[in-house]
């Protein structure tokens, strides 16, 4: 069956500018996750969204990240006046539900803020 | 806060085994999870101790000590496609089912 699926693969931004990536969970998963990862380094968690629930947004390192999903399908996070520090590839996870143990890891976004 | 300790990089043989060790800190936690990930590729799930002791899958197995907040991960018969980075990932911990990753180790399988 179809995995998690991310777009865009690759996005070369401007600082300033804001960015929009977009997450497609497996079928069914009622867990989702967002993580950065950059260059060389482990992955930091952002965001998690399960069902219906409120997200826990304790990783989002500003106020300029946000994140939405709506019910328990696609997710989007947007990034507001990006900067360079904000250059990672972005992955997003989806899990059957809270009390699986596997998560499903999309290809990710590489972001690039020049 | 959650943390967690891996060394940067192991070096081993085709053939060998290896053992990856991860410390932790945490107030609290669900299980201990172990994720692989090629270079430029996305982290593919290997294992996930819940309870103390040996989790065997294939030529993989996953150990988890609560009281020493150590774990670690095995390879047998190492192959030279898993050279790859292992990354240890505490689940859960409070009222969140989050996974908090470890700084990874680069293995590097030598023929």
């Known amino acids: 069956g179809a995995g998690v699926s991310q777009s865009p693969s690759n996005k070369v931004t401007e600082k300033g500018k804001d960015v929009e990536l977009r997450c497609d969970p497996i079928?069914?998963?009622?867990?989702l996750y967002w993580y950065r990862q950059r260059l060389g380094q482990g992955l930091e968690f952002l965001i998690y969204f399960q069902g219906n629930s409120a997200p826990d947004k304790s990783g989002l390192p500003s106020d300029r990240f946000s994140a939405e999903r709506t019910g328990e399908s696609v997710s989007t996070l947007t990034i507001q006046r990006t900067q360079q520090e904000d250059s990672a590839v972005y992955l997003c996870?989806?899990?059957?539900?809270?009390?699986?143990?596997?998560?499903?890891f999309g290809p990710g976004t590489r972001l690039t803020v020049l | 806060g959650q943390s967690l300790e891996q060394p940067s990089e192991v070096t081993a043989v085709e053939g060998a085994i290896v053992q990856i060790n991860c410390t932790y800190q945490?107030?609290?936690?669900?299980?201990l999870s172990w994720y692989q990930q090629h270079d430029g590729g996305a982290p593919t799930f290997l294992s996930y101790?819940?309870?103390?002791g040996l989790e065997e899958t294939g030529r993989f197995s996953s150990f988890l000590s609560r009281s020493d907040s150590y774990g670690y991960l095995l390879l047998q018969e190492l192959q030279m496609k898993d050279s790859a980075s292992y990354f240890c990932a505490l689940k859960g911990g409070g009222a969140t089912n989050k996974l908090i990753f470890g700084t990874g180790t680069l293995l590097a399988v030598q023929p």
């Open positions: 101790n819940a309870l103390d």
């Open positions: 996870a989806s899990m059957t539900g809270p009390s699986y143990n596997e998560q499903f």
């Open positions: 079928s069914g998963h009622t867990a």
């Open positions: 945490t107030s609290g936690f669900y299980g």
